[in-house]
Every structure is written in structure tokens, then in C-alpha cells.
């Protein structure tokens, strides 16, 4: 099927299921009008629509369940056979997808640490591609979970003497203040201390960057490196360490633009081609292609939403800066029109 059967194929589905624009309607009851099987094809469309099922069964919600359950108690069961030190720990998949909430599963194994003669309690919150999760800590801390990122803690040994999370992605914390418990996130390249405050941290092990954008309160972040190099910031800084530069940036920002991520949306101030694919490959788990590598400098200013499908994306992209695309082997292709 070429690329115009499937914009019509998108086209419809966006006007028979309430989704559409009115310019989009306007634009297929202009279609309709060209021939009788334009016409034809939407009525078969409408009327496939109405036979569908208008919402899920509990027992095809059940089913559907069971399948994630049995699933998830697999890949654990296999994950917890391959851990070295035995220790307690606790799966949790706490998804928000937009717009549907989810809750999927809590399960936990449990053994000893002998050498330490304590039991260890592993708590792993885990947002996969294209979701966020949202989870709230034993302090109170409520964490964002960004697409494809993780966090863990102790919780035998978290908010007794110091609150310490370790996090590979992207979170932000609404950390619950208390100054004789010190709230510490910990990165392969970076930690940030805190009492009580509300910040960004981005750090994506394969990235090589570090970045931390602090929204209320005040924040101290070390460098993991020989050197400690020890940085404090105000509300509306953004720190930024490059492990190649080896160097640590400090700008002033609007806060809300990195961390509108939690509302499923994300926000481009004066950002590059570049910039929006590796935001747009995160969440849609999909490899982008440019024909001409000049394309990835074209500056964006706007918004998109994680609750639109990657189609949406494109041709948002394609209405703004004549910039089209094509899908071949689960890549996909830019180039100027």
C-alpha cells in the first residue's frame, strides 16, 4: 500500500473515531467526494467501526492480565536467578500511559545476605518505552519515571540514617524535606544531594551527559569523577557535565520546559532536529534517518504529546518545516521536500 493510502487509511480513523480536526474533515469529505469508491471505502470503514467492540470485556481484560502476570513472574524469575548477591527484590511496574492509567504487578523474592547477616529489600520502578511512570517513595518522595529509565532503592536501609535512590534515565523528584536525612540520588556519572526541593535529573548511561534542572530549593551535585568537583544551584539552573568535554556548563532556564515530560508532553524552546529525534526515538523505541545530516541543525519551537502516535509526530514535523518522511524497516527517513 503506497504512503497516500495510508494517510487516507489515517484519515479516517481520526474522523470516524471523534479525533479529527475540522480542517481534517473538511479535507476527507473532500476525498469522499471524488469518486464513488471513496466512498464506498468510508462506509465500510464507518460501518467496521460500529461493529467493533466499544469497550473491553472484563474477561478479555482478565485474559490480558493473566498474560501480563505470567509474563512478568518469567522475566524475574529468570533476572533473579542471574543476581550474584541474594537479596529481596521487588518488581514494580507502575505505569501511566497516557491517557489510560495502569497498575501491573508487585511481586518480590526473598533470601539473606550472609555476609552481611541482613535481609536487603531491592525496590526496581521501571518505565518502559513510550510510558511514564509515576511511584511514591516510604519518605512521602513522589518520582516521575521517564520513558525507558529506572530507579532503585534499599528499602530495608532507605530513610534511616540517609534516603539514597540510584537512577539510570531521566526522573524528577518532589523530595519531602527533612535535613537529618539527606535525600541522595546517585548516577553512573553524577550524584545530587538534597534535604527538601523539586529537580530534574537527566542521565542516560549511553548518552555520556549528565544534566540536573532545579525547579525549588537547592541542590548540591558531585562528580563521580577523581576530582569530586562539588557544584551548587538555584531554582531555574541547569547543570550540564559532558563525560567527553569533561567540563561542567551552568545556564539559566525555564524549569517547566524540562520537566513538562511529566505531564506526557514535551516542550521545544529553540531546540534542533537533532534534539526532537532523540526525544521522539526514546519514547517510540524507533531509528531515525536523515538524508541530508544539515537537516538535524533546523531549530523547533513547540510541543508534543506523548499521547499522540508516531504518525502524529511526523507529520507535525513534516506542517512545520517541509521536512518529509518515509518508514522502511522500522527506520525512519527525513529529508527535505
Given amino acids: 500500500m503506497d504512503n497516500t493510502n495510508n494517510n487516507i487509511d489515517i484519515l479516517i480513523g481520526k474522523v470516524i473515531s471523534g479525533n479529527a480536526t475540522t480542517e481534517e474533515i473538511a479535507q476527507l469529505e473532500t476525498w469522499k467526494g471524488e469518486s464513488p469508491d471513496n466512498l464506498n471505502l468510508y462506509n465500510k470503514s464507518l460501518q467496521v467501526w460500529k461493529n467493533s467492540k466499544s469497550r473491553i470485556s472484563g474477561e478479555d481484560f482478565r485474559n490480558d492480565k493473566q498474560k501480563v502476570d505470567d509474563a512478568i513472574k518469567l522475566d524475574l ?89 540510584k537512577l539510570s534515565g531521566e526522573a524528577y523528584f518532589d523530595v519531602v524535606k527533612n535535613a537529618e536525612k539527606p535525600f541522595v540520588v546517585k548516577t553512573t556519572m553524577a550524584s545530587i544531594n538534597v534535604t527538601g526541593t523539586s529537580f530534574n535529573i537527566k542521565s542516560y548511561p549511553e548518552s555520556g ?25 538555584v531554582p531555574g539552573e541547569r547543570a550540564i557535565f559532558d563525560i567527553n568535554k569533561k567540563g561542567i556548563s551552568i545556564e539559566e532556564v525555564d524549569a517547566e520546559i524540562f520537566s513538562a515530560w511529566r505531564n506526557g508532553e514535551i516542550l521545544f524552546k529553540d531546540a534542533t532536529l537533532n534534539d526532537l529525534l532523540k526525544e521522539l526515538e526514546r519514547i517510540y523505541n524507533i531509528r531515525f534517518q536523515l538524508k541530508d545530516k544539515q537537516l538535524g541543525e533546523f531549530r523547533f519551537r513547540g510541543m508534543f504529546s506523548y499521547n499522540n502516535n508516531l504518525i502524529d509526530a511526523l507529520e507535525k514535523i513534516k506542517r512545520t518545516s517541509g521536512i518529509g518522511y518515509y518508514i522502511e524497516n522500522k527506520e525512519v527517513w527525513l529529508s527535505k521536500k
Wanted: with cysteine; proline share 3%.
Fill in 77 to 165: 524469575t529468570q533476572k533473579v536467578r542471574n543476581i550474584q548477591r541474594q537479596s529481596v527484590l521487588y518488581k514494580i511496574a507502575a505505569v501511566l500511559a497516557f491517557p489510560l492509567a495502569l497498575a501491573i504487578s508487585f511481586y518480590f523474592f526473598s533470601s539473606r545476605d550472609k555476609s552481611a547477616d541482613q535481609i536487603q529489600q531491592i525496590c526496581e520502578i521501571i518505565s518502559p518505552k513510550g510510558h511514564i511512570s509515576k511511584c511514591i517513595l516510604p519518605d512521602g518522595t513522589e518520582v516521575w519515571v521517564n520513558t525507558g529509565s529506572t530507579i532503585t532503592y534499599d528499602a530495608a536501609t532507605f530513610n534511616q540514617e540517609t534516603r539514597e535512590i
Fill in 209 to 233: 551527559i549528565f544534566e540536573t534542572v532545579l525547579s525549588e530549593g537547592s541542590i548540591e551535585m558531585i562528580l563521580n569523577s577523581s576530582a569530586h568537583q562539588t557544584v551548587q544551584l
